[in-house]
């Protein structure tokens, strides 16, 4: 479990591409532990549930998106 000390050194980032989504959007950013772990959150409920995921996790989800493997738009 992360505890809130360490969710205090993240550095927050927003994708470009969220700013016309009314504040529907997630915020991502690594944890200051070095251990490559990168937090995520709900950007309009900060301080709600954050999911963590190892630097495998995330480098593997990453590599999904920038493959196409997560566009559900319709086609």
């Keep these: 479990m992360i505890t809130p000390e360490e969710l205090a050194g993240v550095a927050w980032h927003i994708s ?3 700013a ?3 504040g529907q959007c997630v915020e991502a950013g690594p944890l200051a532990d070095g251990s490559g772990r990168v937090a995520v959150r709900h950007s309009r ?3 709600a549930e ?5 630097r ?3 480098r593997a989800f990453v590599d999904g998106v920038k493959n196409g493997e997560f566009d559900f ?3």
């Design 16 to 18: 470009t591409r969220s």
């Design 20 to 22: 016309n989504s009314n």
């Design 45 to 47: 409920r900060p301080g």
């Design 50 to 54: 954050v999911i963590v995921y190892t």
């Design 56 to 58: 495998t996790e995330w």
């Design 73 to 75: 738009s319709p086609r």
